[in-house]
């Protein structure tokens, strides 16, 4: 079985109450730390990954991002999905061949740019080619935006997320969802559900009871580890 056909199985026969937890490696060294730990797949977040570059998040440039997706994925023998913003205004077919090249194993792909939602429909239609382009090589993540940059509507996240799992996404990931809307959310939502989760916030099992199968935490580790670095510096001062 190759690395994107173990990671697609992961997401799948999950019973309520044990999601994928996928934490967020921004570098080599953090990704063996998180496979030694015992996590059977990785997802790199971009604000994370930004941030260990010397980005503020969504300023990387994309040869910069793919370069460090490509150094974790080395680093590792676990399959490792990447955190890819918008795209880079890559095309699809050039977004899939360095995903591909970089050896990443699936991809987020965020229905917003500069804080505004894009059109759905034109986002599904991407999808669909990105889907075209990948066919089973890559598990598409799609990001629904509606609660960070919309109105925060359910029923607007579902509408997207049936065009989106239409158009061929693996996954649907609607960021910031309140945790008392997650079941309307499982309910609506055909196939996995992706849950952002904060460290310090509802546990990743209680979160697979309401609806998640899947657990992400975006930059929190790469921001704990920040903040244990800076308080272990202030003691050698």
Known sequence: MSKAETFRALHHGRVPGDPLVLPGPWDAASARVLVDAGFPALATPSAGVAASLGYADGETPADEMFAAVARIVRAVDVPVSADVEDGYGLTPGELVERLLEAGAVGCNLE??????????????????????????????????????????????????????????????????????????????????????AGLDGMPAAELGELGATRVTFGPGLQRRAAEALGDIAAKLR
């Open 111 to 196: 229905d917003s740019a500069g804080g505004v939602l894009k059109d759905a429909a034109r986002h599904a239609d991407r999808l669909a080619e990105v889907r075209s382009a990948a066919a089973d090589l890559l598990f598409v993540n799609a990001r629904v935006d509606v609660f960070v940059h919309g109105d925060g509507d359910p029923d607007q996240v579902i509408e997207r997320a049936a065009l989106y799992v239409a158009a061929g996404a693996d996954c649907v990931y609607p960021i910031g969802a309140p945790t008392d809307v997650l079941p309307l959310l499982r309910s609506g939502i055909r196939g996995p559900v992706n849950v952002f």
